[in-house]
């Protein structure tokens, strides 16, 4: 088992893509959701899948088991979904030794961009690039099992101090 320790932030410019490294496209759906857990799965650029299970009532740490699953068994979860698939690009953003996951949100929740920083432990203070904004780490609107299972499209988009990209 591990434990995902990580914070949350609203991202105010696109001052990050110059250092961004990498990117991936994601479709993400919860396939089981209950008060303290969820079950969700990932379709990476369609060239492969995980299945992630996590655990815990926190909203900094929780723990947390994944496993590669065959795509076309991803793309059938995907299919039973409960409520929104959530659609995003990440991208992989270095920063002072931590490395920032940026997610840019496209279908329903186009414009909404976060960006998530993994943590070694809960005291870690990693220091926050300029492009960061309001932290959002116990916010659970900027949950993806929240946002996938109640409609916030009208209300999570307009946070932002940018123009939706």
């Known amino acids: 088992m591990a434990t995902e320790i990580e914070r ?3 991202v105010t410019s696109e ?3 110059a250092a961004a ?3 991936a496209a994601y479709l993400q759906a919860y396939v089981a959701i209950g008060e303290d857990r969820s079950v969700r799965v990932r379709l990476i650029d369609e060239q492969s899948a995980r299945l992630t299970i996590k655990i815990g ?3 900094l ?3 947390e088991y994944e496993y590669d699953i065959p795509v076309a068994d991803a793309q059938e979860l995907v299919g039973a979904a409960i409520g929104t698939v959530i659609e995003k690009t990440r991208y992989l953003v270095p920063h002072a030794g931590f490395t920032w996951e940026v997610d840019v949100f496209t ?3 186009h414009g909404l961009v976060v960006a998530e920083v993994e943590l070694r432990s809960e005291a870690d203070d990693p220091p926050l690039p300029p492009w960061i904004g309001a932290e959002v780490t116990g916010d659970r609107r900027y949950s993806n099992m929240v946002m996938a299972t109640e409609d916030l499209s009208g209300e ?3 946070g932002l101090s940018h123009s939706p990209l």
Do not use: E, M, N
Request: aromatic residues 20%; glycine residues 10%; charged residues 30%.
């Open 21 to 23: 490294s990498t990117s």
């Open 107 to 109: 279908g329903f929740y």
């Open 61 to 63: 740490a929780r723990d």
């Open 156 to 158: 999570l988009p307009h």
């Open 15 to 17: 001052d990050w893509r």
């Open 57 to 59: 009532r926190g909203t």
């Open 8 to 10: 949350k932030f609203l």
